[in-house]
């Protein structure tokens, strides 16, 4: 098994497809006057959604037929991970193209560091026009890196207008699923009865209608990227236009947002790009989201800097069988409480290291305040909880966690202790180890902070981020 860390820069300059590479645009469609053949990059974001709450990835329920329609015209790649699930974090890594320990901006609301760069400005160096739509939550030194900024949804004309001739790099951040839900989402809502309830939670009416209105918001989103494809259309920009969809962690309910299980860092990723990549193509292979940021650059023609830890997928867009990806990196640190949670996930395996065994695990806080989360308390009190739905409970909670992930698909059996996983569990540690060591990570000693989430009751005491500390 060769760990991510083996696949060397050199690899990575090697396999670059620029616009002159396998996906060039240039035999396809004429140039703009004036400019190179370069494709628009049109990004979207949800804010805290599951891949697995989606028709195109298996769900029956619920309504997304724009998100659909872009899988089914695209490739759906079906096992992405994020490398956190925690979201300013994640968005920081996904457009730095580097893990979140080594941005320096691992826990919530921490922004970018003065003096790195991300996405937008790598692509105003190759001719993009680059703008942020709706969430901002990466700190005012990558706000500044964005030529062009919205905080509605409702201003994409204005924006390729401004845009002009150039190429654009468009990164729309959806505050949609995000809590909290109120009804009126849609004008048509969910039915809490056909909603999908995981086995670590309670199956009661309230919780029902809490999973309901999650979906009626991702719904809402549904609308809003039909409505950008509708003006990609009216433009003339369809056939010239990347369009990506993805989240940035998982859903807002308990064991999944804040966790490293596929629960929380699985996310939906979608490339759609007409002539150029296929259409109705389910890459199954294993892929990371720290790839994103290099394989954008080599697309739109720009040079990939050195710090970038992620490879270059583009050729994989057309040929699954060049994602050559056999281990993902997904890390949990503090989120309304302290975690050193790290995970590498195989095809097959999850294994999960937790630094702090001690304490209960922590929930963010929106989670906790959830009503999902006071029917698995409220079952915790009366003593009927399964033995999936105490697994959040558990206290001292095991240094290993070991699934089998492609047959245990809700990972609630742990396998460590199994004599006959010994050896699988070894060979995993051991490369989490070494991505650890080689991408400079810190050690559980190092850095704290106080929680303001109450790990036992759930209760949120503070608004206020506490700063760091050594213990």
């Excluded at 089914?72 to 890594?93: H, K, Y």
């Excluded at 699954?320 to 056999?326: E, I, N």
């Excluded at 304490?359 to 806080?365: A, D, Q």
Aim: aromatic share 10%; glycine share 8%; hydrophobic share 35%.
């Amino acid at each position: 098994m060769e760990p991510e860390s083996s696949i060397t820069r050199r690899e990575v300059v090697a396999g670059s497809l620029g616009v002159a590479g396998a996906l060039s645009v240039s035999s396809t469609r004429p140039a703009r006057a004036g400019m190179a053949r370069k494709p628009n990059i049109l990004v979207f974001v949800a804010d805290d959604a599951g891949a697995r709450h989606f028709g195109c990835y298996g769900n029956k329920t619920i309504r997304t037929p724009n998100i659909d329609r872009l899988g089914a015209e695209g490739v759906i790649a079906d096992n992405a991970m994020l490398t956190t699930s925690q979201c300013s974090p994640s968005r920081i890594s996904i457009l730095s193209g580097r893990y979140p320990h080594s941005t320096g901006a691992e826990d919530l609301h921490a922004p970018l560091r003065e003096g790195d760069l991300i996405l937008p400005t790598h692509l105003q160096s190759a001719g993009y026009f680059t703008g942020h739509m709706q969430k901002r939550h990466e700190g005012p030194h990558a706000d500044r890196q964005f030529q062009w900024y919205d905080e509605g949804l409702d201003k994409f004309e204005n924006f390729l207008s401004a845009a002009g001739e150039k190429p654009f790099f468009l990164w729309v951040a959806f505050s949609d699923p995000h809590r909290p839900y109120q009804d009126g989402a849609i004008p048509f809502p969910h039915d809490p009865l056909k909603v999908e309830v995981s086995p670590y939670m309670v199956d009661t009416p309230e919780t029902r209608s809490d999973i309901a209105k999650y979906y009626d918001a991702i719904a809402r989103m549904d609308a809003s990227i039909g409505r950008f494809r509708q003006t990609l259309q009216k433009r003339g920009l369809s056939d010239d236009t990347l369009t990506i969809f993805l989240s940035d962690n998982g859903a807002p309910f308990p064991r999944e947002k804040g966790t490293v299980y596929d629960s929380g860092v699985r996310t939906p990723l979608i490339f759609h790009w007409p002539r150029i990549v296929p259409s109705g193509l389910r890459n199954k292979g294993l892929m990371s989201v720290i790839d994103l940021a290099p394989t954008l650059l080599s697309i739109a023609g720009a040079e990939v800097p050195q710090v970038m830890q992620g490879v270059n997928i583009a050729s994989g867009l057309r040929d699954p069988s060049l994602w050559r990806r056999t281990e993902a990196f997904s890390e949990r640190n503090w989120h309304d409480t302290d975690e050193h949670i790290r995970s590498v996930r195989t095809e097959r395996f999850r294994l999960v290291y937790n630094s702090y065994i001690e304490l209960p695990f922590g929930s963010p806080g929106d989670v906790s305040r959830s009503p999902s989360w006071r029917d698995l308390r409220k079952s915790k009190r009366d003593g009927s909880l399964t033995p999936a739905q105490q697994l959040l409970f558990e206290t001292p909670r095991p240094a290993i966690e070991f699934y089998d992930s492609a047959h245990d698909i809700w990972e609630t059996t742990n396998l460590a202790g199994n004599p006959d996983y010994d050896e699988a569990i070894r060979e995993h540690f051991a490369i989490l180890k070494k991505w650890s060591d080689e991408t400079g990570d810190f050690p559980p000693t190092r850095r704290r902070r106080a929680d303001y989430v109450d790990r036992v009751t759930g209760v949120l005491y503070s608004f206020e981020v506490p700063p760091m500390y050594n213990p």
